[in-house]
């Protein structure tokens, strides 16, 4: 008896042995930050928002890549106007702003009592030093391009901002959302400040990201005292997530998984404001040749992959814009090419290829929607003797290799606009942009594009906007698809979520209701 | 003593040799850090500068050296992907990851071994057959598919636990522990019914020695004989086996990670691997290595406990 | 040495593989429907006559793509197996039956090897040969399941190396590699055959596993583990899509193991 008993202690030191490791552990972890916050409320007045993939690197503003980094932290940064959610600007920071009669000089008077979130006023010097980072161009390219065009920021007084510039533009104001940072601040990468109505608190990579709200924001107050965003990259972990209660609100929402919601959400339906595509590189061969990318094209049944993939949801669009810019959408675009596979083939063979060729599409793999509407796709383009071999990647891939490496041939993915102008939309397809991952060259565009942008006149400029989407259509940039429907699932109980023309989510309006 | 010793040093020299090896595979596949890091904003003088400032200009084993202390020091270098130290993405994973393989490992014993022992004394017949058939059953489920359907089960159907909600080990042990319990289930299923096999035919082995048939004519109760001689040296394959098990265990949480959504280094490495985030995906790598080689170090240690006799080398 | 008597397990074994090998094979030329089609019946249907295991989120018939599938990852673990199998045999055979230093280092490379769980190692080999693509799935694999082999074969080939029958052949002035391929190879079926089910077995786990993770097949080459992993988001609207699946590779593992289970039931009997 004695010698089993010698056995299983063996055995149970080795047990203990393994778990000394963990709890010993796990002990060096308590002091991590508490909120005490949570234990003083008796009902958490706090959210989880789920969203599928981690933010940028850098939460800096000013250096924001992702849609999903300005998404989140436009509850956290406000410019000297900001955008409303039917599409106008609004003043923020700045509470009143004149124009002079040539249009060259804008001045902005400050509001008064609006507080970064370190407790600092926002200053004259503040506005100056974040105007200027912006438009610094002696590194290349400005981080806002549309800033080119500023001569000068001066500040006149304590409150008082002067901007002139060097030819007038109407989309200028639109730009002036950019955010407003601390002067000489340099942690905007790990540290965020800004002056929106919620403040950044936390962030673990792959994880967390919480925003608490700022007590003295200047406007009205947020609802909510915390907002944690999760990161659940896996959409089917998503979908799990929201069923079991982890997730109280989640945007951008797959229709098949909206449509298998308990009853304990209810769904908010809203158009993206993006443009769903196969964008296509343009500079490889073989789809440097305009009949290749027409023939996608007519090989491309919109309808099915809306059908298909989003359960019906969705408006097809025809170029690089989508309905909710309202103005600058040319709907008769929308029918520029429609399924034709006859036609496909018939380009196809003018092109060389009358028995098809192989391609890749490389997808975000975090975005089910676009890896759904690649796999439609690809069975689409068997029609027509094309061979497409899907590769999923990362999302951080996806940028270093794709957006900026471009090192592509074809891509599902959409893109949206940072500011609420034709311009945002279709500056990227100028042949010199920074952000031209799709490496389109054409001279008319380019041309067109100049003229655009130093346009005064509101219609003439708009004109000239849809002559551009038109140009993109006409030469087949990319195989346009749709603007998806942005479904939303709110949790029972839960209210005020309002949608924005723009790829951004406001959670200051979000509130329990009473 | 002097066994001990000598296993430690074995254990060590095979760490060195492991991490040698990953280092140098990560080294030579990734490229050039620096332009990795840099990216499009590479020119030949910021990659110069940058090479200089990280320090690859010098020799490979220098930099091998330091990065091995850095398991030591915390400082194992910076995520491609994240731009954060690689030390502070992963420390918070590793002990999440330690728990649920401690957990299904204490499941696993605490389940095979009294089960093991049982079917050891009854063989043949109908049951038998009936048992093997379960058991093979068992071991054909992958633990990944157990995972959806007891995540299914204890989430949205009993509610149990928040799928997709790890409360984190630092702030809510007890929330945390029943958490990955859902996940040890999913992976302990196959490994229980492996470790019974192994424990019954061990034991049976055993039995069938001549000592045991010796003392059992002597009048010896089966019972008896099957503790205070048989146990022993059966143990020694068992421990063996266990600590086999234990870095199986570890390799399946990565994917029974995934399923359930659980913070730890699994689905790290998975990302890091999708990433190219070399840096990442290298001190992962070393870290299971490390407690794989542990386990293997610390089952010999306990084997020689049991059976003097063995020595170095002859233990499996 | 020889037997061929069958047992229970054996059969069952047989007979099961034998069954989802036909299917399988039946699926490579002919599936109900074309297994990529969408739109085949309506979405997310449940199982129906027409649409046996039902269908997934573009209409696209289950069973057919499981078929499709199931040739996937069985020719995947074949290959796996047959590489492991072969290349682990080789050198198994060569440092068996030859010893000396070259012989321990490799079995002391090989102990090392074998201690570390197939999937972390495949896992290492994929991140180094780039994920997404099969053959890379097949290489990393392959080069992971030959030290188990290796280790199987060379015990065996040591131990025949000085029977008689071995010896006299020698005396006769046999060639090496006749000895090596006639003689000795032959005979150590009986401890091969057990190790490919096994092998085989842990192949298919593992194909599943990395494709489950993103990082094995993708689509839109159909993977039992792919789809898995997507029918996991889809649970509680279509459970019969993740069931169907995973039933599918339960059954395929659990013929092997049986067939294993049985052969070496058969050669204990033997012995």
Same mark, same amino acid.
């Given at each position: ?77 406000? @410019? ?103 002067? @000489? ?108 990318? +027409? ?7 919109? +309808? ?136 389109? +060259? ?18 003439? +400029? ?53 | ?316 | ?60 018939? $289950? ?25 682990? !045999? ?20 090989? *102990? ?6 197939? /999937?972390?190692?495949? %896992? ?14 097949? #290489?990393? %694999?392959?080069?992971?399941? $030959? ?14 190396? *000085? ?7 020698? %005396? ?8 090596? %391929? ?5 005979? !150590? ?8 089910? $096994? ?5 298919? #786990? ?8 993103? /990082? ?19 649970? $509680? ?35």
């Amino acid at each position: 008896m004695k010698k089993r008993l010698t056995a299983f202690l063996l055995l149970a030191a080795l047990l203990c042995a393994v778990l000394t490791g963990c709890g010993g552990g796990s002990a060096d972890q308590t002091p991590a930050e508490k909120d005490p916050s949570t234990d003083a409320a008796p009902v958490a007045n706090e959210i989880t928002v789920g969203i599928a993939n981690d933010l940028d690197d850098s939460l800096d503003p000013h250096k924001t890549v992702k849609a999903g980094t300005r998404e989140v932290m436009f509850n956290v940064f406000e @410019g000297l106007v900001k955008p409303t959610p039917d599409g106008d600007l609004t003043p923020a920071i700045a509470e009143d702003y004149t124009v002079s009669e040539d249009h060259l000089t804008y001045t902005f008077t400050l509001r008064e009592g609006v507080k970064f979130h370190n407790g600092d006023p926002v200053t004259a010097e503040d506005v100056k030093y974040s105007i200027d980072r912006c438009a610094d161009d002696s590194e290349g390219e400005p981080l806002v391009p549309a800033f080119l065009i500023i001569r000068e920021v001066q500040v006149v007084d304590e409150k008082t901002v002067t901007i002139t510039l060097t030819e007038p533009s109407n989309e200028f104001l639109s730009y002036l959302t950019a955010a407003i940072l601390p002067a @000489g601040y340099d942690g905007q990468d790990t540290a965020p400040i800004g002056t929106g109505p919620f403040k950044f608190v936390s962030r673990a990579a792959q994880d967390t990201i919480v925003l608490e709200k700022f007590d003295e924001y200047w406007g009205d107050p947020a609802y909510l005292d915390k907002v944690t965003f999760k990161i659940v990259e896996n959409a089917d972990s998503l979908m799990m997530s929201l069923q079991s209660g982890a997730i109280d609100l989640c945007n951008h929402l797959p229709t098949t998984q909206a449509l298998q919601l308990s009853d304990d959400f209810y769904i908010v339906e809203g158009c993206m404001s993006l443009v769903q595509a196969l964008y296509v590189n343009n500079a490889v061969a073989p789809f440097d040749d305009v009949r290749v990318r +027409q023939a996608l094209c007519y090989a491309t049944d919109r +309808q099915q992959i809306i059908d298909l993939a989003f359960d019906g949801y969705g408006s097809l669009v025809g170029s690089s814009m989508y309905p909710t810019l309202g103005k600058y959408f040319d709907d008769s675009l929308t029918d520029t090419y429609t399924y034709d596979t006859a036609k496909a083939k018939e380009l196809l063979a003018e092109a060389g290829y009358p028995d098809g060729f192989d391609m890749t599409m490389t997808v975000p793999s975090n975005y089910p929607q676009h890896v759904d509407t690649a796999e439609v796709l690809a069975e689409q383009y068997k029609a027509v003797g094309i061979n497409v071999e899907i590769i999923p990647v990362e999302w951080n891939s996806w940028i270093s290799d794709v957006y900026v490496g471009r090192q592509y041939q074809t891509t599902v993915v959409g893109v949206d606009a940072s500011a609420m102008t034709a311009r945002a939309m279709l500056e990227r397809f100028n042949s010199q942009a920074g952000n031209n991952f799709v490496n389109y +060259q054409n001279d008319e565009y380019d041309a067109l594009f100049q003229q655009a942008i130093t346009c005064y006149d509101d219609a003439e +400029q708009t004109a000239l906007y849809k002559q551009m989407e038109k140009n993109l259509a006409d030469n087949a940039a990319n195989v346009y698809i749709q603007a998806p429907a942005d479904l939303v699932a709110v949790r029972k109980g839960l209210e005020g979520f309002q949608f924005y023309p723009l790829y951004v989510m406001d959670l200051s309006t979000v509130r329990f209701a009473q | 003593m002097k066994y001990a010793a000598k296993r430690v040093a074995m254990l060590l020299l095979t760490m060195v040799i492991v991490s040698l090896l990953a280092f140098v595979a990560f080294d030579l596949i990734s490229g050039d850090p620096a332009t990795a890091m840099l990216g499009t904003e590479a020119t030949p003088e910021k990659v110069a500068a940058l090479r200089e400032q990280l320090g690859l200009n010098r020799p490979l084993m220098v930099r091998y050296g330091e990065w091995l202390l850095g398991f030591f020091t915390g400082d194992l270098g910076m995520s491609y992907s994240y731009r954060q130290p690689v030390w502070d993405l992963i420390a918070p994973k590793v002990l999440v990851t330690l728990c649920l393989s401690g957990l299904t490992f204490l499941l696993i014993v605490a389940v095979s071994i009294p089960l093991g022992l049982r079917s050891a004394r009854q063989s043949g017949g109908v049951l038998g057959s009936v048992r093997t058939l379960v058991n093979q059953l068992c071991m054909a489920v992958p633990p990944f598919f157990t995972g959806i359907l007891l995540s299914y089960l204890f989430s949205t159907v009993l509610r149990w636990f928040v799928h997709g909600q790890f409360p984190g080990l630092d702030k809510d042990l007890g929330g945390s522990l029943k958490y990955l319990f859902f996940a040890s289930l999913a992976l302990a299923i196959p490994r229980v019914a492996m470790t019974v096999r192994m424990l019954r035919s061990t034991v049976q082995g055993e039995m069938r020695k001549d000592y045991v048939r010796t003392a059992i004519s002597r009048g010896n109760d089966r019972g008896g004989v099957l503790y205070q001689h048989v146990l022993k040296n059966a143990l020694v394959p068992v421990v063996t086996f266990l600590a086999q098990t234990m870095a199986e265990i570890v390799a399946s949480s990565i994917v029974v990670e995934q399923v359930f959504g659980i913070p730890g280094l699994g689905r790290m490495l998975v990302a890091s691997i999708s990433n190219r985030d070399y840096p990442t995906v290298q001190a992962i790598v070393v870290i299971l290595a490390f407690w794989v080689v542990l386990a293997g170090t610390v089952a010999d240690l306990i084997n020689q406990r049991i059976d003097p006799r063995l020595r170095l080398g002859g233990a499996s | 040495m020889k037997n061929t008597r069958m047992n229970g397990y054996l059969k069952a074994g047989l007979i099961l593989t034998g069954f989802l090998t036909a299917l399988i094979i039946l699926g490579f030329f002919w599936t109900p429907y074309d297994p990529e089609a969408m739109m085949a019946g309506p979405k997310l249907q449940g199982p129906t006559w027409q649409h046996l295991m039902g269908t997934d989120k573009f209409g696209r018939d $289950i069973f057919s793509r499981v078929l499709q599938g199931a040739g996937t990852t069985f020719t995947i673990a074949a290959s796996v197996v047959a590489i492991g199998a072969v290349c682990g !045999t080789a050198v198994g055979a060569l440092t068996g039956y030859f010893g000396g230093i070259v012989d321990e280092a490799l079995m002391r490379l090989n *102990d090392a090897l074998t201690a570390f769980p197939s /999937i972390l190692l495949a %896992l290492v080999i994929i991140s180094i040969l780039g994920p997404g693509s099969k053959y890379n799935v097949v #290489l990393a %694999l392959g080069l992971v399941f $030959i030290p188990s082999f290796a280790r199987v074969t060379r015990t065996a080939f040591a131990a025949l190396r *000085d029977v008689n029958y071995v010896k006299s052949a020698r %005396l006769m002035g046999a060639s090496r590699r006749r000895i090596l %391929l006639v003689h000795i190879l032959p005979n !150590t079926m009986q401890v091969l055959l057990p190790a490919i089910t $096994i092998g085989f077995n842990n192949a298919v #786990l593992a194909e599943a596993s990395m494709s489950f993770l993103g /990082i094995g097949v993708t689509p839109p080459d159909a993977s039992l583990g792919y789809m898995l992993s997507e029918a996991q988001g889809m649970f $509680i609207a279509a459970p019969w899509y993740a069931i169907g699946t995973g039933v599918t590779i339960v059954l395929l593992v659990f013929g092997v193991g049986l067939i294993g289970e049985g052969l070496q039931r058969r050669d204990k009997e033997v012995d």
